[in-house]
């Protein structure tokens, strides 16, 4: 398993923008980031594939949220722009042995330890 560390998260008012990183120890494959807000279940929220030519978003954040990746630095991001309080969560990245795009929670192995995303109104 790689180890994947998160950043980039913060205090945003609606309609700003956070860019989160997820740094992993070695070389990954498909990755995604998921969300959990207190009392919910952790869902999707974006994945790539291992060559970046594929992504999935969730309906919630699609044309707001933008997902790649950097194999050279073994890193992959999540631009978030247009924030809206109901983004407010924690942020988690995850990673997969699967090369093509994943989208369930089982199908990853690794996962960082997350970071908050407050999205103030």
């Known amino acids: 398993q790689v180890q994947l560390v998160e950043s980039g998260g913060g205090l945003v008012q609606a309609g700003g923008s956070l860019r989160l990183s997820c740094a992993a120890s070695g070389r990954t494959f498909s990755m995604g980031w998921f969300r959990q807000a207190p009392g919910a279940e952790r869902d999707i929220v974006a994945a790539?594939?291992?060559?970046?030519?594929?992504?999935y978003y969730a309906d919630s954040v699609k044309g707001r949220f933008t997902i790649s990746r950097d194999n050279a630095k073994n890193t992959v991001y999540l631009q978030m722009n247009s924030l809206k309080p109901e983004d407010t969560a924690v942020y988690y990245c995850?990673?997969?042995?699967?090369?093509?795009?994943?989208?369930?929670?089982?199908?990853?192995?690794?996962w960082g330890q997350g970071t908050q995303v407050t999205v103030s109104s």
């Open positions: 790539i594939s291992w060559s970046g030519g594929s992504t």
């Open positions: 995850a990673a997969s042995k699967s090369r093509g795009v994943v989208t369930t929670t089982g199908q990853y192995d690794s």
